[in-house]
């Protein structure tokens, strides 16, 4: 079923496909339809974080922008959510056309600019979903906020999605906010994450919980560049790091259409790389910090390369787009079958 709808779908442009395919999912959870469509993954519980999550598949952030769609989303198998990246202010993001199919590499190139909602539209849905799952919810700044202004942003974001979420992402790495990607070296990174960290511990008693934070980082930095983000992560008292965010680098797609559009790409040409970020985190960790893996996921086997590469969960996009509810189920039983 959900080939037909692919056909179908990528029939319109991408971003077009993307809205429609949102709105019927979260019809379809409203009506309770989308558990009826698709075969649920066997149970496969983890803990990470200090949270219990019934599968180790989660979805990436990008997709449900403004959490619009999470009980439809959370139908179809997943065990945890990520929406967002949302910002403070409502933006429009990048000029259309910004989303692009590369279909014969199942990739895709976005170059969105954090196009949302904003916090109050966010926090509204995510009320009205009442989900009781685990939700992550992803935090970026808005475009025209300063990079050394940065700082306010996330702290904002951070206080009013925390009573909302299991557990929240500091997004530092998407291409398509101009200076962004500055955030996640040295100094700059170190400031953020230590006002992040008192925020947090205000935030705790504040509200009576904790609410772990990660960080999602970028697949294009060197070795070295990788090694220190995650001492830093580590020295700030963080919880988690995401790996990774889309890449700038075009390997696997040259001479196809499309594959000199300016933007992130996803999908299966930054496996590779994804998964190297993956195991140099988990080498320099050494187990003191979990890794949610994500990239380049099109088959269930490369989410149980994942979690062999050190990862203790992963998420899906690209590859959910292309292969449908399937592919968690597929994913799932992959890492289960992984040796114990």
Do not use: W
Request: proline residues 6%; glycine residues 12%; neutral net charge.
């Amino acid at each position: 079923m959900y080939n037909l709808a692919r056909q179908l779908l990528f029939k319109l442009t991408p971003e077009t496909a993307h809205e429609l395919s949102l709105e019927l999912i979260g019809a379809g959870g409203r009506l309770g339809l989308n558990g009826l469509l698709t075969r649920k993954p066997t149970p496969l519980p983890v803990s990470v974080m200090g949270l219990d999550f019934p599968n180790p598949v989660g979805l990436a952030a990008g997709l449900d922008k403004n959490g619009e769609a999470i009980l439809g989303l959370s139908q179809l198998g997943f065990g945890f959510l990520e929406i967002g990246t949302v910002t403070p202010r409502a933006q429009p993001g990048n000029p259309r056309p910004r989303l692009f199919r590369l279909a014969e590499a199942q990739a895709i190139i976005n170059r969105m600019g954090f196009n949302n909602q904003g916090l109050d539209a966010l926090l509204a849905h995510v009320r009205a979903a009442g989900f009781k799952g685990v939700l992550g919810i992803n935090i970026g700044k808005n475009f025209d906020t300063p990079v050394e202004q940065a700082e306010s942003d996330y702290l904002l974001c951070l206080e009013r999605v925390y009573p909302y979420a299991s557990y929240i992402t500091v997004n530092v790495s998407s291409p398509n906010t101009p200076g962004l990607r500055s955030l996640q070296f040295g100094e700059s990174l170190r400031q953020l994450l230590d006002a992040l960290r008192v925020r947090r511990e205000a935030l705790e008693i504040e509200h009576g919980k904790r609410v772990p934070l990660a960080v999602k980082i970028a697949p294009d930095m060197s070795d070295e560049e990788t090694e220190a983000v995650a001492r830093s992560v580590l020295e700030a008292g963080l919880d988690g790091i995401i790996a990774t965010n889309t890449t700038l680098a075009r390997d696997g797609v040259a001479g196809l259409a499309h594959a000199d559009e300016a933007g992130g790409l996803s999908g299966a040409p930054v496996r590779d790389k994804s998964s190297h970020t993956v195991r140099v985190l988990a080498e320099t960790l050494g187990g003191r910090l979990p890794i949610i893996a994500v990239g380049g996921i099109t088959e269930g086997r490369h989410a149980a390369e994942k979690i062999q590469a050190g990862a203790s969960l992963v998420q899906l996009y690209s590859g959910f787009i292309y292969r449908g509810p399937a592919l968690i189920r597929e994913a799932v039983d992959a890492i289960a079958a992984l040796p114990r």
